[in-house]
T-cell receptor
């Protein structure tokens, strides 16, 4: 099993809809999880971090973590064309004992929000 | 304060030449990371510094790659005898390096092209 898996997309949603991005990871002891947004030709930008099971909301973004099922998701409400980007999930690598000085990134999901 | 800065933003070099890439982390961040992102590929971890020490060099692809960090601040990634497969965007990130705070913030990257 790959360490971090994401659907590469592209995921296309209409403006105003909810975009749902998913990520699964292999290491059960992972303690922290991150979502980055990367616009074409730009570097990744941290948009959400989540450490505990459940939901974490920040503006239009909600991160959902389910450690038992080993997945983390990102919901974007009221999607805007400016949300069009690649979204990267990042988790500590397997067998790191939960220490997360180094992150393993998924390959990202390309989201397109259509006006 | 200022974010992570990298220089140069673009570097074109001939095969076989050496290059140096520089990273200036966020002030006060003790942890510094180098990643590489090839066209259409995910982020590949290269090396991590905590202070001036590099406890994890496992991602360096060959002995042509080396990195150092001085004064717990600026880091330099050196690639000797560059090859065409070294062409990529080299990204630097920093984090506070304190227990419980692992968010990594990326610089704008250096786009390296080996001709």
């Amino acid at each position: 099993q790959k360490e971090v898996e994401q659907n590469s997309g592209p995921l296309s949603v209409p403006e105003g809809a909810i975009a749902s991005l998913n990520c699964t990871y292999s290491d059960r002891v992972s303690q922290s999880f991150f979502w980055y947004r990367q616009y074409s030709g730009k570097s990744p930008e941290l948009i959400m971090s989540i450490y505990s099971n459940g939901d974490k909301e920040d503006g239009r973004f909600t991160a959902q973590l389910n450690k038992a099922s080993q997945y983390v998701s990102l919901l974007i409400r009221d999607s805007q064309p400016s949300d069009s980007a690649t979204y990267l999930c990042a988790v500590p690598p397997p067998h790191s004992g939960g220490s997360n000085y180094k992150l393993t990134f998924g390959k990202g999901t390309l989201l397109t929000v259509n006006p | 304060g200022a974010g992570v800065s990298q220089s140069p933003s673009n570097k074109v070099t001939e095969k076989g030449k050496d290059v140096e890439l520089r990273c200036d982390p966020i002030s006060g961040h003790t942890a510094l990371y180098w990643y590489r992102q090839s066209l259409g590929q995910g982020l590949e971890f290269l090396i991590y510094f905590q202070g001036n020490s590099a406890p994890d060099k496992s991602g360096l692809p060959s002995d042509r790659f080396s990195a150092e960090r001085t004064g717990g601040s600026v880091s330099t990634l050196t690639i000797q005898r560059t090859q065409q497969e070294d062409s990529a965007v080299y990204l630097c990130a920093s984090s506070r390096g304190l227990a419980g705070t692992y968010e990594q913030y990326f610089g704008p990257g250096t786009r390296l092209t080996v001709t």
